[in-house]
């Protein structure tokens, strides 16, 4: 017997999923009922009088899953306003696609998407590169980071390898993206691609990011020296020229094993992505460090939430 949206209140998320991802009529029950909850409502005028449009001599539901609104007279189905709307894939490939990014913590590659739903490389990457633009942080209006807040930058890429000029690393800037991250002690994490690592791009970066009332902790980096008055927190730095990773709480540890996970990601599941859309993944990255103390479930309905109100367009799209 299909699953409706009232029985669907009382399943465990574990119980869902796999039914959701095999079956297109446990699929379509599933994202409705992340949406609507018990409560239907129609997506162009709000209005709770719907029903769901249904065959005349089955009695199933319509092939497309309509809905229909007595009050605006409108057409609508689940999909409209959210990152799979004018999606022809089905529900379940989407559903199966959500799971394996919520729950892989180094990422889940298109090919393994193409080969698991068998579908073809370019809807496999078309539906990855949507789920990942609905994990993409609100930035205008998260709560900016606060507190103890570690701050360090890398790069990602591949070839020319690793330079040292005056015991400090250096990378080729021109074949190498340049990462800024920073992370609350015990909470949210922030990354973007930077242009580079001078010391006006570093502060700024900072302070898009990290409340004014924070205390701040990096590297001996150059570029972050005289950031501390911008911070009633003040800033502490940890030298690891000298061989210190922690010196009391000052530390930058918690930063650098996030990058790790980054590298590790692109290296071993994705192990070449350019400086274009290397932004998307750090979506994706960072929406699971931050629902980190969510389970697996509780994560993958985060991101179908998400997912509403978010459209990534084939042309001319900023994201």
């Known amino acids: 017997m299909k699953k409706n949206l009232h029985n669907l209140s009382k399943s465990p998320i574990v119980e869902q ?55 605006c007279k409108e057409q609508y189905t689940v999909r409209i306003g959210t990152v799979y709307e004018e999606s022809r894939l089905p529900l379940r490939h989407w559903a199966y696609a959500f799971w394996r990014a919520c729950t892989s913590k180094k990422g889940v590659s298109a090919l393994e998407i193409k080969r698991h739903c068998q579908i073809s490389y370019k809807s496999a990457l078309f539906l990855m590169n949507r789920i990942r633009y609905a994990m993409a942080p609100d930035l205008p209006t998260a709560p900016p980071l606060t507190g103890i807040v570690e701050c360090d930058e890398t790069y990602v890429g591949g070839k020319p390898r690793n330079k040292f000029i005056d015991n ?27 242009a580079d690592v001078t010391g006006k791009t570093l502060k700024d970066a900072i302070k898009r990011v990290v409340d004014p009332r924070s205390r701040i902790m990096t590297d001996e980096y150059v570029g972050y020296k005289g950031i501390g008055p911008s911070f009633d927190g003040g800033h502490d730095t940890i ?52 629902t980190r103390r969510m389970n697996d479930g509780e994560r993958t309905i985060e991101a179908i939430k998400a997912a509403e109100g978010k459209r990534l367009m084939y042309r001319g799209a900023a994201a």
């Open 17 to 71: 999923i796999p039914s959701a991802c095999s079956d297109e009529s446990e699929a379509v029950a599933f994202f409705e009922y992340q949406r609507w909850g018990d409560t239907p409502c129609c997506v162009k005028c709000g209005s709770v009088d719907v029903y769901a449009m249904k065959d005349a001599k089955t009695g199933e539901r319509s092939k497309r899953y309509l809905w229909r609104c007595r009050d």
């Open 239 to 290: 030298r690891h020229k000298r061989g210190q990773y922690a010196k009391g709480d000052i530390t930058t540890n918690t930063i650098e094993s996030s990058f790790a996970l980054v590298k590790r990601g692109i290296i071993g599941t994705y192990h070449n992505v350019s400086q274009e859309y290397l932004h998307r993944y750090l979506w994706q990255f960072d929406f699971v460090w931050n």
């Open 168 to 194: 400090r690393r250096v990378e080729n800037m021109k074949k190498k993206a340049i990462v800024f991250g920073a992370v609350e002690r015990d909470g949210a994490i922030r990354r973007h691609i930077i």
